[in-house]
């Protein structure tokens, strides 16, 4: 995960992105919430790999994990 996502200033006023590109996590996690499937994720991003979309999935799931999550009731 640490290979392939990036939090820099410069880059998407430092949200996680996939290294070397522009594209952020919360747009593969958007895809995913979609309803789009590995394979048409990687056909719209084709500079993504299947390991880099599987690095933004283990960095949201990093990040969930790591914050306080508030019921809503």
Same mark, same amino acid.
């Given at each position: 995960?640490?290979?392939?996502? #990036? @939090?820099?200033? *410069? %880059?998407?006023? &430092? =949200?996680? %992105? #996939?290294?070397? !590109?522009?594209?952020?996590? =919360?747009? #593969?996690? &958007?895809? #995913? *919430? &979609?309803?789009? +499937?590995? &394979?048409?994720?990687?056909?719209?991003?084709? $500079?993504? +790999?299947?390991?880099? @979309?599987?690095?933004?999935? $283990?960095? *949201? *799931? !990093? %990040?969930?994990? $790591?914050?306080? @999550?508030?019921?809503?009731?």
């Amino acid at each position: 995960m640490q290979d392939w996502i #990036i @939090v820099d200033p *410069a %880059v998407c006023s &430092g =949200k996680p %992105v #996939i290294r070397g !590109t522009r594209i952020m996590v =919360k747009n #593969i996690l &958007g895809m #995913i *919430a &979609g309803g789009y +499937t590995l &394979g048409q994720i990687l056909q719209a991003y084709p $500079e993504l +790999t299947q390991e880099m @979309v599987e690095a933004a999935l $283990e960095y *949201a *799931a !990093t %990040v969930i994990d $790591e914050e306080q @999550v508030l019921a809503h009731g």
